[in-house]
């Protein structure tokens, strides 16, 4: 590939298959712009000043893709409708993704399906990772990141694999339809995955958003989640068992699922 130059790039065209590729040491690794009803899979960008890039595009498909090392986004969305997004592989990205409904787009909703979504730790070495799957419709004028975190104080207690996530709003005040935490059956030794739940802390304080995981799938989910909240600081400790809240000023939103051991999910948000 040209190293200053997109690695892989559509435009303008429909109904073309990109697979089994490798792309790095770019200005994009894959960018598809005003392009339709394509298919990309199984494709691997690194060390790219951004990852995948696909904007005012309808009906595409991302899947099984990674991308990792980019000095930006690995995986920037701009204005896509009906766009599908499975199997993902993101790490040590800046950040790991970007959902974006921008004033230079279309100015109407855009929908999109993301699934299966893994943000992996900077060393991408699969532990500490978190699983997400996401349905929304981006309003116009709406943005937020996606991106893997670490926990950024030493806490008293054990979280579940140290799994973190930030989600912050760029622009608009978006509301996440519908977004899913996933686990397996290999992650549930020591646990009782019946009893686990999720709490949000905002500026109201701690909320249960849900004590109903569904044991066959391995999920617990939430809908109309609103990355917005008033920033706070508080030295409380939170409903979680012998687990206390982050001393951090930017906390806005924090999930918690329990079980058997206490299972601590914070969001940052802000």
């Known amino acids: 590939m040209n190293p200053n130059g997109a690695g892989i790039q559509l435009d303008s065209s429909s109904n073309i298959t990109v697979h089994d590729n490798r792309a790095g040491n770019g200005s994009t ?24 890039v696909i904007y005012i595009s309808d009906q595409n498909s991302l899947l099984n893709n990674s991308a990792g090392n980019s000095s930006n986004a690995g995986v920037s969305i701009y204005d896509c409708d009906r766009l599908v997004v499975q199997g993902q592989y993101l790490s040590n990205n800046n950040p ?23 943000f992996d730790n900077p060393s991408g070495n699969m532990r500490n990772y978190t699983n997400l799957s996401i349905n929304d419709t981006v309003n116009f004028g709406e943005a937020y990141t996606i991106n893997w975190t670490a926990n950024e104080s030493a806490t008293p207690y054990q979280s579940f ?11 608009g005040t978006p509301s996440i339809d519908s977004i899913i935490w996933s686990w397996t059956d290999a992650e549930l030794s020591g646990y009782n995955e019946s009893t686990f739940q999720l709490w949000s802390y905002d500026s109201t304080g701690w909320n249960l958003l849900n004590d109903t995981p569904d044991t066959v799938g391995d999920t617990l989910s939430f809908t109309n989640l609103n990355p917005q909240s008033d920033l706070c600081h508080t030295r409380e400790q939170h409903p979680c068992h012998q687990c206390q809240q982050l001393p951090d000023h930017r906390l806005s939103r924090y ?7 206490e299972r601590c999910e914070p969001i940052y948000v802000g």
Do not use: E, H
Not at 35 to 52: C, E, F, H
Not at 98 to 109: C, E, I, K, T, Y
């Open 96 to 118: 790991d993704m970007l959902v974006q409904n921008p004033s230079w787009g279309r100015a109407f909703p855009s929908t999109i399906n993301l699934s299966g979504l893994v």
């Open 255 to 261: 999930v918690c699922t329990l079980g058997r051991r």
């Open 161 to 171: 694999a140290q799994k973190f996530v930030n989600i912050t709003p760029l622009s």
């Open 29 to 52: 690794g894959i960018g598809v712009g005003y392009s339709d009803r394509n298919s990309i899979y199984n494709n691997s960008v690194a060390n790219n000043v951004n990852g995948i």
